[in-house]
């Protein structure tokens, strides 16, 4: 099984500023990379998949990067509704495994 | 408008089993590989199992292997999970998902609760 090791656990942003989330794969899982946001009470909404593709609809201040074994989820200018649980899942291989969860919260 | 309903949890005690059922609708539903993921209450997702879209490819969590039984009707748009000598650690919101490679389309979830 892949575990998939996300940090930090929480991260406290201000409005307006950059956040920059990492996850990282037990082993290579090439670019099959996802993120995920979560906001309390809500099913996860797909973001990035492919490592670095934006889902339909996802605002561009979203981007993914990596490949292999490290990724990063940079949120360029932070929105108010940015603020919640995102998880990183690799879909290489089953089973498919998620992150921990990183937690974004307000400054 | 793609959708997934999920129905049939609920409260039962250990060892008991339930089956849970998902209707999709607004995709082509034999396209898709589909997969059940749960969340523990205050914690992260896990994913329970998946199925391709002829069903000719299975698989499950070590976590529930032997217990649990994924299966498809086509037909019908639906997708089940027959949860078979369920712990208390099986307590969690089960959410139904659609496969693009990542999982694009959530479900609301229903919610099981093992208990005695």
């Known amino acids: 099984e892949i575990v998939m090791t996300q940090s930090p656990a929480t991260l406290s942003v201000s409005p307006g500023e950059r956040a920059t989330l990492s996850c990282r794969a037990s082993?290579?899982?090439?670019?099959?990379l996802a993120w995920y946001q979560q906001k309390p009470g809500q099913p996860p909404r797909l973001l990035i998949h492919?490592?670095?593709t934006r889902a339909t609809g996802i605002p561009a201040r979203f981007s993914g990067s990596g490949s292999g074994t490290e990724f990063t989820l940079t949120i360029s200018s932070l929105q108010s509704e940015d603020f919640a649980v995102y998880y990183c899942?690799?879909?290489?291989?089953?089973?498919?495994?998620f992150g921990q969860g990183t937690k974004l919260e307000i400054k | 408008e793609v959708q997934l309903v999920e129905s049939g949890g609920g409260l039962v005690q250990p060892g008991r089993s339930l089956r849970l059922s998902c209707a999709a609708s607004?995709?082509?539903?034999?396209?898709?590989?589909m997969h059940w993921v749960r969340q523990a209450p205050g914690k992260g997702l896990e994913w329970v199992s998946g199925?391709?879209?002829?069903?000719?490819?299975?698989g499950y969590a070590d976590s529930v292997k032997g217990r649990f039984t994924i299966s498809r009707d086509n037909a019908k748009n639906s997708l089940y999970l027959q949860m078979n000598s369920l712990r208390v650690e099986d307590t969690a919101l089960y959410y139904c998902?659609?496969?693009?490679?990542?999982?694009?389309?959530w479900g609301q979830g229903t919610m099981v609760t093992v208990s005695s």
């Open positions: 998902v659609k496969d693009i490679d990542a999982f694009d389309i």
């Open positions: 607004g995709f082509t539903f034999e396209d898709y590989a």
């Open positions: 199925i391709s879209g002829n069903s000719g490819t299975i």
């Open positions: 082993q290579s899982v090439s670019s099959n």
């Open positions: 492919g490592a670095s």
């Open positions: 899942q690799q879909y290489n291989n089953w089973p498919y495994t």
